[in-house]
C-alpha cells in the first residue's frame, strides 16, 4: 500500500498493471484502488478504458457501483462509454443460455447504474449500446434502450442486422427472434437498410436459416417485396 508513495515506484508500469490487478478481484479494497487511480501518473483510459471495464464485472455489488462510477465520473463521456461496455454482457437470464454467469449480472445491473444517470447519453457513439446490445443478444439492453426517450436513432441504423450476425451459436436464437420483434417494432428502425457488404437483415437471416426470423421480417410491409421467395431458398 505505501509502496503507492515511494517516488521511484511507478504505478504505470505495464500498462497500469498494478490497477489493473487491484481491479480484478478489489482485494486490496475500494480504499486502495481509489488511491491507484488519484495518482497523477496513471491513465485511466489506458489500453481501451480497461479500468472501467474491470469495474464493471467486479463480483461484489458495493465495489462494482463505487469503482466503476468513480471511475465513469474521471473520463470524459465516461457514463455512456459504460453503458456501452455493459450492453455487450448484460444478457436476461434464459433458459437457453446455459452460460449466464455472475459477469452477465454484473453487467446487466451496471447497465441499468448507467442509463439511470442524467449524465448518460444512451445514443452516444453513433448508437453504439444498442448495436452493442442487438448483437450480443442483450435482449433486456435492447428493451430498455428503445423505451429511454433520450434515445435517438439515426436512420441509418444497422442494430438490425447485428442482431442477426451471430449465425452459429444455436443457444441465441431464441433471444435473437425477440431482439428483431423488438427492433421492427420500432418505426425509427429501417428493416431494409444494407450493410457495408449490401446485405439487409433478411439476407442474414436467410443464411443463418432462421425461418421465424425470415417470417417475421416478410410480414413487415417495409420489406422490399421482391424478396418473398426468400423461404424457396431455405
Not at 65 to 73: D, G, K, P
Not at 100 to 122: E, I, Q, R, V
Request: glycine share 2%; charged share 25%; with cysteine.
Amino acid at each position: 500500500y505505501h509502496l503507492l508513495d515511494d517516488p521511484n515506484v511507478d504505478p504505470s508500469a505495464n500498462n497500469n498493471m498494478i490497477l489493473h490487478h487491484a481491479l480484478s478481484r478489489c482485494y486490496m479494497g475500494v480504499d486502495f484502488v481509489k488511491k491507484i487511480l488519484k495518482d497523477t501518473r496513471i491513465d485511466i483510459t489506458a489500453d481501451d478504458n480497461t479500468a472501467l471495464s474491470y469495474a464493471i464485472y467486479l463480483p461484489n455489488k458495493d465495489d462494482r457501483i463505487i469503482l466503476s462510477t468513480y471511475i465513469a465520473e474521471r473520463i470524459q463521456n465516461g457514463i455512456s462509454i459504460g453503458l456501452t461496455m455493459a450492453a455487450c454482457s448484460a444478457y436476461n437470464d434464459y433458459d437457453s443460455l446455459k452460460t449466464y454467469t455472475y459477469s452477465n449480472y454484473a453487467a446487466s445491473k451496471m447497465f441499468k447504474h448507467f442509463l439511470n444517470d442524467p449524465k448518460c447519453n444512451p445514443s452516444f457513439n453513433d448508437n453504439e449500446a444498442l448495436k452493442n446490445a442487438s448483437q450480443c443478444g442483450s435482449i433486456e439492453a435492447v428493451e430498455l434502450l428503445l423505451k429511454d426517450p433520450r434515445l435517438l436513432l439515426e436512420s441509418n441504423n444497422e442494430s438490425i442486422i447485428l442482431s442477426l450476425q451471430n449465425k452459429n451459436d444455436d443457444r441465441l436464437r431464441p433471444i435473437l427472434f425477440d431482439i428483431t420483434r423488438l427492433l421492427l417494432e420500432d418505426k425509427r428502425i429501417d428493416p431494409t437498410i444494407r450493410d457495408k457488404d449490401g446485405k439487409s437483415a433478411l439476407d442474414h437471416a436467410r443464411e443463418a436459416k432462421h425461418e421465424k426470423i425470415i417470417e417475421l421480417l416478410m410480414a413487415d410491409p417495409r420489406v422490399n417485396p421482391l424478396l418473398n421467395n426468400a423461404k424457396a431458398k431455405l
